[in-house]
């Protein structure tokens, strides 16, 4: 807890604050590498999840409204015709990314544009107050693009970064391994160029959170990073900028063997470990009342000097003369 309130208090330069404006970023897209089986569920799961969290019924809702933070919702590149409503933004760049088992899943323009776009969400969150950000997703098949961008970042192989994702039959496991092999073989992702990597093996949700870490940073706001998914975005953000790890606090560890990884890489310690699967934000929003609490710790609990509480006995072993 102390390493945490020390952690934020450099961010914020300040000793005294309070949390007011907590915003969860919730961005979705679909992506075409789902054609190749490697997810448990069909892409037309994507825009139902988006429609339920505009409902206020999906997890992220009901740990945001405990928390007392608001969800921001975003169409990154979802394949349905969404109509503009309250609690959505749509900045869709196109309705899905390529399958990038067979060649880019975007091009770079369509990268940069997707970094761009989520540090524009946090300027434009700026002006309602923003202090403190979760970082949250939805896209069926993203599992599979944050394991490619790990075993690239990382150089770990691809048997050692992909797990179940949303819960594939472990003979399906294989399937989706060969499939990140031959993403790797066929576009060649630079692991030194961050843009590469994201329009070679990534996703529109990825680029966009990525943006949306470096943003958050830009203006010297705490980000409290979600699981696999949003920390493959973490390691996109570190590749364009190295300082921007210095604003991350790792939300929890998920069940994705990916994620230790990329934990590892960034040198960020979760705070939680519950073996959470769910994304959407929901590890980040609970994180967030670590992270509160540890402030509220530093800033309010007495010491010993001032609750008169009488200091440690001089333990030192007293030398017997002759």
């Given at each position: 807890?102390?390493?945490?309130?020390?952690?934020i208090?450099?961010?914020?330069?300040?000793?005294?604050?309070?949390?007011?404006?907590?915003?969860?970023?919730?961005?979705?897209?679909?992506?075409?590498?789902?054609?190749?089986?490697?997810?448990?569920?069909q892409?037309?799961?994507?825009?139902?999840?988006?429609l339920?969290?505009?409902?206020?019924?999906?997890?992220?809702?009901?740990?945001?409204?405990?928390?007392?933070?608001?969800?921001?919702?975003?169409?990154?590149?979802?394949?349905?015709?969404?109509?503009?409503?309250?609690?959505?933004?749509?900045?869709?760049?196109?309705?899905?990314?390529?399958?990038?088992?067979?060649?880019?899943?975007?091009?770079?323009?369509?990268?940069?544009?997707?970094?761009?776009?989520?540090?524009?969400?946090?300027?434009?969150?700026?002006?309602?107050?923003l202090?403190?950000?979760?970082?949250?997703?939805m896209?069926?098949?993203?599992?599979?693009?944050?394991?490619?961008?790990?075993?690239?970042?990382?150089?770990?192989?691809?048997?050692?970064?992909?797990?179940l994702?949303?819960?594939?039959?472990?003979?399906?496991?294989?399937?989706?391994?060969?499939?990140?092999?031959?993403?790797?073989?066929?576009?060649?992702?630079?692991?030194?160029?961050?843009i590469?990597?994201?329009?070679?093996v990534?996703?529109?949700e990825?680029?966009?959170?990525?943006?949306?870490?470096?943003?958050?940073?830009?203006?010297?706001?705490?980000?409290?990073?979600?699981?696999?998914?949003?920390?493959s975005?973490?390691?996109?953000?570190?590749?364009?900028?190295?300082?921007?790890?210095?604003y991350?606090?790792?939300?929890?560890?998920?069940a994705?063997?990916?994620?230790?990884?990329?934990?590892?890489?960034?040198?960020?310690?979760?705070?939680?470990?519950?073996?959470?699967?769910l994304?959407?934000?929901?590890?980040?929003?609970?994180?967030?009342?670590?992270?509160?609490?540890?402030?509220?710790?530093?800033?309010?609990?007495?010491?010993?000097?001032?609750?008169?509480?009488?200091?440690?006995?001089?333990?030192?072993?007293?030398?017997?003369?002759?």
């Amino acid at each position: 807890l102390e390493d945490v309130a020390i952690r934020i208090c450099a961010i914020l330069q300040k000793e005294k604050f309070q949390f007011k404006h907590k915003v969860i970023f919730t961005l979705a897209a679909d992506h075409g590498v789902t054609q190749e089986g490697v997810s448990a569920y069909q892409s037309e799961v994507t825009p139902q999840m988006v429609l339920n969290f505009l409902r206020g019924g999906a997890g992220i809702n009901v740990l945001s409204r405990h928390e007392g933070a608001r969800v921001v919702v975003v169409d990154m590149g979802v394949n349905y015709p969404f109509t503009p409503q309250e609690g959505l933004k749509i900045r869709n760049i196109r309705k899905g990314s390529s399958n990038f088992a067979t060649g880019p899943a975007m091009t770079r323009q369509e990268a940069i544009l997707s970094v761009e776009i989520g540090i524009k969400l946090v300027e434009e969150e700026l002006e309602k107050g923003l202090d403190l950000v979760g970082t949250g997703e939805m896209g069926i098949g993203n599992t599979t693009a944050a394991s490619a961008i790990t075993s690239v970042m990382t150089g770990k192989s691809a048997e050692q970064v992909t797990g179940l994702g949303t819960g594939i039959a472990l003979e399906a496991l294989q399937n989706k391994v060969n499939t990140i092999q031959k993403a790797l073989a066929v576009n060649t992702p630079n692991p030194n160029d961050a843009i590469d990597v994201l329009a070679k093996v990534g996703g529109f949700e990825i680029g966009g959170l990525a943006g949306v870490i470096l943003g958050a940073a830009s203006h010297k706001i705490p980000v409290v990073i979600d699981g696999f998914i949003s920390s493959s975005a973490a390691l996109i953000a570190n590749g364009l900028s190295s300082n921007a790890r210095q604003y991350m606090i790792a939300g929890h560890r998920s069940a994705e063997p990916g994620h230790d990884a990329i934990l590892h890489y960034l040198g960020l310690s979760p705070l939680l470990d519950l073996r959470m699967r769910l994304g959407e934000g929901t590890g980040a929003c609970l994180a967030m009342h670590i992270v509160e609490a540890a402030c509220k710790i530093y800033m309010e609990m007495a010491t010993f000097g001032e609750a008169q509480v009488s200091e440690k006995v001089d333990m030192t072993p007293v030398k017997n003369e002759i």
